[in-house]
């Protein structure tokens, strides 16, 4: 095989690379598609090719992994996007594979990053990773009848493919749908099914992937038996119904196994029957304290489908949205990484004060304090009000990102940083060096400290971060510790960011939506993958449309999701004490995580 | 009304030299006001409902007033269970659990619009129409996510059921144990003990259609 022609060096500015065809001519050709880019490579060489632009490209960060459901050409994709940690737009690669017996080889070998996506794409879509480690249902249980994302399959409640639903609109009759299911209520079982007789096997796959029920001792030695302890899915630590399986040999972690799907709400499903526009209230329900910036990456996709502009103010405006969003989200993780520790609700009262009073801001702007539901495509729902809490809003802002938010952040830093209990239980614990993180794929403050400076905001810029001046935070030592500290530095540069976009937002006027506010928006048939620098990491939007009122394919990458890959790992050789604060300092919500 | 006039309330009279010395009461009175004083509630969020419980709990809005600011997470120390977001079919069985492990007298909030019957997500294949379906619920709270505001009304309309309660007829004093709630089975789908013969029914009906079904398509490929 030639050299390959880009290096990691100096990647950021060149584009992708083109010639990956043209290196391997027989397994790998251009997606031609309209509106598709990247490169459809053959299932048998997927591996080789995932070798070669990791170790001689440079693409070392795998971001996401999914699967599409072409029914109508009777094909099943897997899509990856890699990225180089350098910075760099992505390079989409693409694997077809017959619908009704979907094989794909595995990708953990190369990229350990993929276990939990392939998980969830074998789960939801019965694409079936050859290859891969534990090929188990990870968001429904083991023994759930079909794979819910296949287009052919229907749930049952169904009522049509597409909304609005003929019944509710124009018609406007209502009913409920317990009405016309025969259980009459959310089930159906497949038509061989009996009640009697029926033995769950959901709990025994996943004590088996625990490990746990494995002979111990020598011989030798005292025999002594390895103890499953199962933190969650109801545990005041766990951030929400997470679940941890810990095997431990005494107190010492063997092995710990993340088990979710506690808070599956079927995100992708519902979506797929929305309309483009009926889904932006849902993004809000992924992260549920950022939802200002879930907003903001559904946003760019389907701008990024429509080509669809988005006015000045309106740019200032998201961006201001989200840097408080950020600041909010970190402040509330690192309220409850304390309650994790031991400090119980004290550091966290004083992180909720701080976000109540931007809440106040978000409720007086977009109508909600929590789901704000406040971006469009083309722009924001409404301009910021005129008047707040008996003030000028700009003054109001002025005080906070110049006074208020800069204080509360050092108050948290002189109080936290040097606490004693707090050095002795995050330094050293749960250290994840660099090489581990970007194979792991994880994202936002986890990678980034662990030295990796990928930010999304400035690898691969969009919006309007180009303009601002900040400072990607980086962190070296990749502990708990510096994951507490790298959310101190973001916050600090968040404010940074807000302070420019108040200090300029008086001068820009102009409209707040670039044309008019569409109800119905229709795109051509195309994908687009949209993604932001979310407060827990980088979120992705993968939209694909056929044309018609409604995606096809709606698939949300999702930081807390992705970034748990690697738990396991992280917990591994610690005492289970430590576990809810390596936890707690990755900072997941359970809304994302699940979907 | 201040707690002592509530407590003095049963219309027998005191003599004035006694009023500071002695109060009379009625054992449902005093009962419920303690009860009502010091409701527990489990330590447990299921969704984005569970933030806003979270910002009720703190110094906003400050659940305390009311006596609940002790949040256990322990179902044997709580008296109320806030159920406070989506209700999936894979959680199902672990809150039913909780709920059976709660010692009487208990109580049940459903919190938000996914709680009370699905909310947003109720469509999804995943999701349970409603904690209703399985466990008894005291007090619904409208809302996605209902505001701290409407949470503390749901809470303190707790309390007034509470009031009303009297221990001569409330379940837990009865005879005999009470009922645990048959804790729901994953199967194909999820399935509720209690629905056996419906769904054994319906089964055999679907069965039969769709037998139907395949004779008449085989008829007519004949
Ligand atoms: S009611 Fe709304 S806020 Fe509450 S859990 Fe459901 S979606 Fe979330």
């Known amino acids: 095989m030639t050299e390959l022609t880009a290096s990691p060096q100096g990647a950021a500015t060149t584009a992708p690379d083109l010639t990956l065809d043209a290196h391997f001519p027989d397994a790998v050709q251009k997606d031609t598609r309209p509106g598709y880019s990247g490169y459809l490579v053959n299932a048998d060489k997927l591996v080789e090719v995932a070798t070669a632009i990791r170790d001689e490209m440079g693409y070392d960060y795998l971001s996401s992994v999914t699967g599409v459901d072409y029914m109508n050409d009777g094909k099943m994709e897997v899509v990856y996007h890699a990225y180089r940690t350098s910075g760099g737009p992505a390079l989409a690669l693409k694997v077809q594979t017959p619908r009704d017996n979907a094989v794909v080889p595995s990708l953990v070998s190369v990229y350990p990053g993929a276990d939990f996506q392939e998980r969830e794409a074998w789960d939801l879509l019965g694409i079936r990773f050859a290859g891969h480690p534990y090929l188990k249902r990870i968001l429904m249980w083991e023994g759930f009848a079909g794979h819910p994302l296949r287009k052919d399959w229907r749930e049952p409640y169904y009522e049509e493919d597409h909304k609005p639903f003929d019944t509710r609109w124009p018609g406007g009759d209502f009913h409920r749908s317990e009405e016309n299911n025969p259980f009459g209520t959310n089930v159906q079982y497949p038509p061989d099914f009996s009640v009697d007789g029926w033995v769950p096997e959901a709990e025994d796959a996943i004590y088996a992937g625990a490990g746990a029920l494995k002979e111990s001792g020598n011989g030798h030695e005292l025999k002594t038996d390895k103890l499953v302890v199962n933190l969650g899915p109801q545990h005041p630590s766990t951030h929400g119904v997470f679940r941890m399986v810990v095997s431990l040999n005494g107190e010492t972690i063997d092995h710990l196994e993340p088990v979710m799907g506690y808070l599956h709400r079927n995100h992708e499903k519902i979506g797929e029957r929305n309309t483009y526009l009926q889904n932006m209230p849902y993004t809000d329900r992924l992260d549920y304290i950022c939802s200002m910036s879930n907003n903001h990456g559904y946003a760019l996709a389907v701008e990024q489908l429509q080509k669809a502009k988005v006015p000045e103010r309106a740019e200032y405006i998201r961006v201001l949205m989200v840097e408080l969003t950020r600041i909010c989200n970190h402040m509330w993780a690192i309220g409850f990484l304390l309650n994790d520790l031991g400090a119980f609700f004290t550091p966290a009262l004083y992180a909720i004060k701080e976000r109540e009073l931007i809440l106040d801001l978000f409720e007086a702007t977009a109508g909600s304090r929590m789901m704000c539901n406040y971006m469009r495509f083309g722009g924001v729902y409404r301009d910021l009000p005129e008047k707040f809490k008996d003030g000028d809003t700009i003054d109001f802002l002025r005080e906070l990102v110049n006074e208020r938010l800069p204080r509360a952040i050092d108050d948290l830093d002189t109080y936290l940083t040097n606490n004693e209990i707090i050095r002795s239980r995050c330094i050293g614990v749960g250290v994840l060096p660099p090489d581990k993180a970007i194979a792991y794929s994880t994202a936002g403050p986890v990678l980034r400290a662990s030295g990796v400076p990928y930010d999304v905001r400035r690898a691969d810029p969009y919006s309007i971060y180009n303009r601002f001046d900040f400072d990607v935070a980086v962190r070296y030592n990749g502990d708990v510790y510096d994951r507490y500290l790298i959310r101190l530095d973001e916050m600090r540069q968040s404010v940074r960011i807000c302070q420019q976009v108040v200090r300029d937002l008086p001068t820009i006027g102009g409209d707040i939506m670039s044309g008019k506010l569409q109800y119905q928006v229709r795109v051509p048939a195309s994908e687009a993958y949209g993604r932001v620098e979310n407060p827990k990491g980088e979120l992705g939007y993968y939209v694909v449309s056929n044309g018609k009122a409604n995606p096809w394919r709606y698939h949300i990458r999702a930081p807390s999701f992705i970034n748990l890959t690697v738990l396991g790992e992280l917990c591994k050789g610690h005492k289970v004490a430590d576990v809810v604060g390596i936890l707690g300092s990755i900072d997941i919500v359970l809304g994302e995580t699940d979907r | ?222």
């Open chain 2, 1 to 222: 009304m201040s707690a002592t006039d509530e407590l003095l309330n049963p219309d027998f009279p005191v003599p004035d030299e006694l009023q500071s010395n002695i109060a009379i009461t009625t054992i449902d009175k005093i009962y419920n006001w303690s009860r009502r004083s010091s409701m527990w509630p489990m330590m447990f969020g299921l969704a984005c409902c569970a933030i806003e419980m979270i910002c009720t709990a703190a110094s906003r809005y400050d659940l305390s007033r009311f006596g609940m600011e002790v949040m256990r997470p322990s179902p044997r120390q709580s008296d109320l269970m806030i159920v406070s977001g989506t209700v999936t079919k894979k959680m199902v069985p672990q809150i039913v659990r909780l709920y059976n492990q709660m010692p009487e007298p208990k109580y049940v909030l459903s919190m938000g619009a996914c709680a009370t019957g699905g909310g947003p997500f109720k469509e999804g294949y995943n999701v349970v129409s409603g904690v209703d379906k399985y466990v008894p619920v005291d007090v619904y709270v409208p809302g996605c996510p209902p505001t701290p505001q409407a949470l503390l009304f749901g809470l303190i309309a707790v309390q007034k059921k509470i009031d009303q309660q009297s221990i001569l007829t409330v379940p837990w004093y009865q005879r005999g144990p009470s009922e645990a709630i048959p804790v729901p089975i994953l199967g194909p789908d999820i399935i509720d003990p209690r629905q056996s013969d419906v769904i054994r029914v319906q089964a055999a009906k679907l069965a039969t259609a769709a037998t139907a079904v395949a004779e008449l398509s085989g008829a007519a490929e004949a």
